[in-house]
C-alpha cells in the first residue's frame, strides 16, 4: 500500500461544511482600515496590498520561526494579531469565516490557530470550560478558506478575535520567517453540526465508519425515524436484502432507535433506508479490521523522526546531538510524539512493542501488513542505535533500563 495514504479530502467534516447552504452573513473586517487591530508577541503586523482576496489589501501576521528565549513549553512563544470589538453579540451567528495566505518557502505544512475572546458575565453559569481555540492546517502559497463553526461558544459578549502562529521552530531548509496575509473576515449562520448530547443529528444514522465482520453483532443508531420499520439495500444494485422492526431503547444517554441487521453475512457494500434518514456506505468484511491498523501504521511513517516523508516533513532533528566518549551522536529516529515534531522515547518504545505483537498476530492472514509492521518497527532501532551508547552509560549508573529489551 502506498505510503503515506493519500487523504480523500472529500470525505472530510471540513469538506462537507464548506458546502452548506449560508442563511446569512455579516462582513465583519475586509482589512481596508487598520482601525481596531493590534499586534502581540513575537513578530510584527502590516497591512499590505501584495495581495487581497477582496479589496485592495489583507491584513500580514509576519513572525520568525525561532528565537533566542527560553521556553516552559512545545512553543517558544506566539505572534498574534488581534481584532477588538466592544462587546458584540453575535448569537444570532454560528460560524466564522476567513481567508489565509501563508507563506513560508520550502515548508510543506503550516499550520495556525483562531482564538475566541468573550467577556465574562456573571449571569451566565457555564457548566465546563470553555476552551474557544480552533487550531488549522495550511496549504503553502494559496488562499485558504477556513470555517469555524461555534455553536456551542457562549458569545453574546465578544471582545475579540485572535489569530496566533506558535513559533516552535522549522525543519531543514524552511524560511526563518513565516508570513500570513489575512482577510475577508466574516459571520456566517448556517445549519449547525450535531454538536451537543449522545442522540444522533437529525436525518442521520449512525453506523461504524470501518465496517462490520460476517459474523459479528451489527447494529446501528438513530434518533429521528418516523417510521417504525427499516431496510438494508445493496449499494451496487439497490436491491433490499433485509427489511426489519426499529427497536426502541432507552438509557441514561437517551433515546435511541436500534436498528440490528446481524442477520445479513454475506460480504459486501450496503445502505440502511428508513423514514426520514439514510446512512453512508456500510462495508460487511471479512478483514474489515485490517485497514485500521494499515490507517494506523500509516500514521506512524508519516510521523518518522530523522527521515523524510514526501509531503509531509523533511529529514528532521540532525541538529540534536549529546556527547558521549569524545563524540558528537544525532539523537533522531524512532517517531515524533505529535504533529509538532516533538520527541518521545516512551511513547516510540511502547509502539514499537505494539507492533511486534501485531506482526505475529496477522502474520498469516495478512503477510504484505505483517511486513509492513516488521518495516515500521525497525525504524526504532535508528532511534536506539543513536541512543545505546548514552543508555549504557546509564546502566552502569542505576542499573539496565528496561527500553533494552525491546532491542534485539
Known sequence: MQM??????EQTATSRQLKKPILASRLLDDMEDEVNWSHHGY????????????????????????????????????????????????SEYNRISFWVYPNQPNAQIISMGVVLKVANDPAIKIP??????????????????????????????????EFHYRVRGREPGVSHT?????????????????????????????????GYTPDAKKTAISSTITGDTF????????????????????????????????????????????EGATSPPIRIKDDIWLESIWKSINFLYAERCGYEIPGIHATCHRDL????????????GGWHDAGDLSQGLTNTAEATNIMF????????????????LTEERKHYGVLIGCLKPVLETVTGLFGQPWIFGLME
Open 4 to 9: 503515506p495514504i493519500p487523504m480523500d479530502i
Open 128 to 161: 465546563y470550560k470553555l476552551e474557544n481555540f480552533h487550531y488549522f492546517l495550511l496549504k503553502p502559497d494559496q488562499w485558504n478558506h477556513i470555517i469555524w463553526e461555534i455553536p456551542q461558544i457562549i458569545r453574546h459578549k465578544v471582545e475579540a478575535l
Open 43 to 90: 513578530g510584527r503586523m502590516e497591512f499590505t496590498k501584495h495581495r487581497a482576496k477582496d479589496g485592495e489589501q489583507s491584513i500580514r501576521l509576519v513572525s520568525p520561526t525561532l528565537t533566542s528565549k527560553p521556553s516552559s513549553g512545545r512553543p517558544m512563544g506566539t505572534a498574534v494579531i488581534r481584532r477588538s470589538f466592544q462587546q458584540e453579540d453575535w
Open 357 to 372: 505483537s501485531l506482526a505475529e498476530l496477522v502474520g498469516e492472514q495478512d503477510t504484505a501488513l505483517a511486513s509492513r
Open 321 to 332: 546531538m549529546v556527547a558521549h566518549d569524545g563524540k558528537q551522536i544525532v539523537i533522531n
Open 178 to 210: 513565516a508570513r500570513f496575509d489575512i482577510d475577508n473576515l466574516e459571520l456566517q449562520r448556517v445549519e449547525p453540526d450535531y454538536f451537543e448530547g449522545w442522540e444522533v443529528a437529525p436525518g442521520r444514522i449512525a453506523a461504524s465508519q470501518s
Open 231 to 274: 431496510q438494508l439495500l445493496d449499494a451496487e444494485n439497490k436491491e433490499v436484502v433485509l427489511t426489519k422492526q426499529i427497536e426502541k431503547v432507552k438509557t441514561l444517554l437517551g433515546s435511541y432507535q436500534v436498528l440490528d441487521f446481524s442477520d445479513v453475512r454475506k460480504p459486501g457494500i450496503y445502505i440502511i433506508k428508513a
